[in-house]
């Protein structure tokens, strides 16, 4: 209650949680998602609180929620503490994908199995495997975007809608591949390069 009634973010955490509705297993009996929903809020206020250089942004549910929904309270509270200081710190700008990177895929996926696959393969990896992802989703679709009239607000509405039916085990592999063939140090030395030149 404590953490509840001073904390900065509390009220804006509040109504993200309760917008979240779709985050939950159809079927789930109201009083059961009710409980989960107030876990949720404390979750997530324990993190920032235990981490005051952190900030709270729209999505941040959706990671919690997740990780709620598999492993529970506690452990919900240890995975996302950790996870909130090394794999959710990159700052991306405003891009089109910016809702793929900050909830994991969670917030744009209406299967909640492939949203469990992605986060088995995200936390096995680099913290930076959501953009080879993003890139590789983007690659799977070339033919789409450059059928799609050149303008950047039709290409932007395209990408920012993903299909449903995505072969997420092949675009898992080729992520992976992705990243070996372009790992990020090779590429922080490219932009350092090309920044140079300029």
Known sequence: ????????????????????????????????????????????????????????????HDVAVTLLL????????????TLSN???????????ALSWLITWYGHVLSDFKHTLRLYDFFLASHPLMP???AATIVLHREKEVKQTECDMAMVHHLLSRIPQDLPYELLIG??????????????????????RKR
């Open 70 to 81: 598999v492993v529970g309270e506690r452990m919900s509270i240890a995975m996302l503490d």
């Open 131 to 133: 953009i080879y992802l």
């Open 1 to 60: 209650r404590d953490v509840r009634e001073n904390h900065k973010d509390y009220n804006q955490v509040v109504l993200d949680v309760r917008r979240s509705m779709k985050r939950f297993p159809k079927g789930m009996p109201t009083a059961e998602r009710v409980v989960l929903q107030e876990q949720l809020i404390d979750i997530i206020l324990e993190v920032l609180k235990r981490n005051p250089q952190l900030h709270y942004y729209q999505g941040y």
């Open 86 to 96: 090394f794999h959710l710190r990159s700052e991306v700008g405003t891009i089109f």
């Open 174 to 195: 080729q992520a992976q591949d992705l990243f070996e063939q372009y790992p990020p140090l090779l590429l922080a030395k490219r932009a350092a390069l090309q920044s």
